[in-house]
């Protein structure tokens, strides 16, 4: 079992900058691939960035240049660095763990990005 907390959400004004954390409790937690997704009102769920336990990255197009992911294996934590920040940002972040088909979530922090 995986236990995740995300905090660092907040209100912002678009070109701003905030930086997320995932704090992750549980077994084997290391093994696990982390990421940040984001669901929008009314919109689905989607990806942001994925890390895997050897350190390669990915990101959703969107994203890609402003937010960067990062993990601290000896804090158990996750980052996700948010920077140049959009309107269309603005979102509930949630945090993953995954390894194959077994998935945990946190229960979100908002993120609303405005003037």
């Known amino acids: 079992q995986v236990q995740l907390v995300e905090s660092g959400g907040g209100l912002v004004q678009p070109g701003g900058s905030l930086r997320l954390s995932c704090a992750a409790s549980?077994?084997?937690?290391?093994?696990?691939?982390k990421g940040w997704y984001r669901q929008a009102p009314g919109k689905q769920r989607e990806l942001v960035a994925t890390?895997?336990?050897?350190?390669?990255?990915n990101y959703t197009d969107s994203v890609k240049g402003r937010f960067s992911i990062s993990r601290d294996n000896a804090k158990n934590t996750v980052y996700l660095q948010m920077n140049s920040l959009k309107p269309e940002d603005t979102a509930v972040y949630y945090c993953?763990?995954?390894?194959?088909?077994?998935?945990?979530w946190g229960k979100g922090t908002l993120v609303t990005v405005s003037s």
């Open positions: 549980g077994n084997f937690l290391n093994i696990y691939t």
């Open positions: 890390i895997t336990p050897g350190g390669s990255t």
């Open positions: 993953n763990a995954a390894l194959y088909a077994i998935n945990y």
